[in-house]
Nanobody
Framework: QVQLVESGGGLVRAGDSLRLSCLDSGRIFSRYAMGWFRHAPGNEREFVAA????????DYADSVSGRFTISRDNAKNTVYLQMNSLKPEDTAVYYC????????????????WGQGTQVTVSS
């Protein structure tokens, strides 16, 4: 069973950095590709970043490429999202998600979701 819990959100200023964490309390985290998505009011939930089970393959949305970095530590059952040079348009609830084996940028491919963590970036 996969149970995901995000942490690390908060209120920051434009240009600041945050690191989100997502802990999986399941026992086979290393067999799940992981993704980060975000949902801002009035918008659909959108893809942010994804990482393969071995941590080598990574995908990013164009809007965050070069500013955000996804990583994972399989020994700690944790996936991270390092967010630098934050912008007000990054304001959203951020969710981590798990998918068996292969990574994907499509939210409908993910089977397990966390409860989300709020990130607010002021101008």
């Amino acid at each position: 069973q996969v149970q995901l819990v995000e942490s690390g959100g908060g209120l920051v200023r434009a240009g600041d950095s945050l690191r989100l964490s997502c802990l999986d309390s399941g026992r086979i985290f290393s067999r799940y590709a992981m993704g980060w998505f975000r949902h801002a009011p009035g918008n659909e939930r959108e893809f942010v970043a994804a990482i393969s089970i071995d941590g080598i393959g990574r995908d990013y949305a164009d809007s965050v490429s070069g500013r955000f970095t996804i990583s994972r530590d399989n020994a700690k059952n944790t996936v991270y999202l390092q967010m630098n040079s934050l912008k007000p348009e990054d304001t959203a609830v951020y969710y981590c998600a798990a998918r068996w084996n292969l990574k994907s940028t499509a939210k409908n491919d993910y089977n397990y979701w966390g409860q989300g963590t709020q990130v607010t970036v002021s101008s």
